[in-house]
């Protein structure tokens, strides 16, 4: 991920239909969950980007929280690869004009027409709409890209399907980067995000268990509901400065002092300073082992010791 302390153009962001004017520009409207940001997401705003210069019109992104997933099947999330904030650094960073961010549970009951009318046309002044190759809208997903195109004949919009994005021989999704999170291939997810994962969050305080074992680590709290990696990593992190900092990650629940919810935690290495407070960027680079319960703290200290140099070994050594 982008380092988030780099100078970005400006973006609006809108949480609810009240909100937007209709009386602004005309827009260029790329829809989509867009979790995760991959090269198929980022083939979607790019297209967005280059159809509103020519039309002197304003990129904009649509996208819904929670996640329309998250919303259905409460008791069964998806894996989260970006937070909220994250998807919103990163549209930034790629320059898109608006954010509309909709609760998803206003609009997911509304008609297909009614979405076309009401939202795209009638509130968001859409010229055009681009989307992916599985777009679906309205209540119980029953619009199409063809019902798009039949409306925009008398609306006077255009519409535009994106092709998937092959990646390795395999369309790239959001669902295929999770699947590479969970298996440790940071080689593949990287390859599908154009970019290292990574977590951003604020450094919080913790029971201060690492330092006493000589580890000390910085907190930091997950804001979603499930995460789609676990285990511990070697990463390096952003945020504290001009360079990156190596590290190694714990990202879990801490069997061995009964912890039951997850966390992440990062121990710097060579790095010594107060940093509570600070917001970070946690890259993932390799995954080392999964989390284990161990018989005591002593026990833990040793693997520790075993994960950190392993983990200093494995950011030197070549990328894959």
């Known amino acids: 991920m982008r380092a988030f302390a780099r100078c970005v153009p400006a973006m609006q962001l809108y949480r609810s239909l009240s909100s937007i004017s209709a009386n602004s520009d005309p827009r260029v409207v790329a829809i989509g969950v867009f979790d ?7 083939q979607i705003i790019a297209e967005a980007k280059a159809l509103a210069k020519t039309r002197g ?31 919103f650094e990163l549209m930034r960073s790629f320059g898109v004009d608006d954010m509309c961010c909709l609760r998803f549970g206003d609009v997911q009951q509304l008609a297909s027409e009614q979405f076309i009318d009401s939202l795209l046309v009638g509130r968001l002044m859409a010229s055009a709409i681009i989307v992916g190759d599985d777009f679906r809208f309205g209540v119980g997903r029953q619009g199409t890209v063809e019902d798009l195109v039949e409306a925009s004949r008398l609306r006077d919009f255009d519409v535009r399907q994106i092709p998937p994005v092959v990646c390795g021989g395999d369309r790239v999704s959001s669902t295929a980067v999770r699947f590479a999170l969970a298996e440790g291939d940071f080689g593949r997810a990287r390859a599908m995000l154009g970019r290292d994962y990574s977590i951003t969050g604020r450094v919080t305080h913790g029971l201060s268990l690492g330092r006493k074992l000589g580890f000390p680590t ?20 952003g945020g504290l400065g001009n360079d990156l900092i190596d590290g190694v990650a714990s990202l879990g629940t801490r069997p061995t002092v009964g912890g039951d919810q997850v966390l992440l935690e990062v121990h710097l290495f060579d790095f010594d300073a107060d940093i509570y407070g600070r917001r970070i960027d946690v890259r993932f680079i390799h995954r080392l082992r999964a989390e284990e319960k161990f018989a005591d703290l002593d026990a833990m200290r040793s693997q520790m010791k075993l994960d950190a140099a392993q983990a200093r070994a494995a950011l030197t050594a070549p990328m894959t």
């Open 57 to 87: 019109a304003r990129a904009t992104v649509l996208t819904f929280e929670p996640m329309p997933r998250e919303y259905l099947t409460p008791d069964n999330p998806p894996p989260r690869l970006t937070s909220f904030r994250e998807r």
């Open 36 to 42: 995760g940001l991959h090269l198929g997401h980022q």
């Open 218 to 237: 910085a907190n930091i709290a997950l804001r979603r509901r499930a995460v789609a990696l676990s285990g511990i990593f070697a990463v390096r992190v």
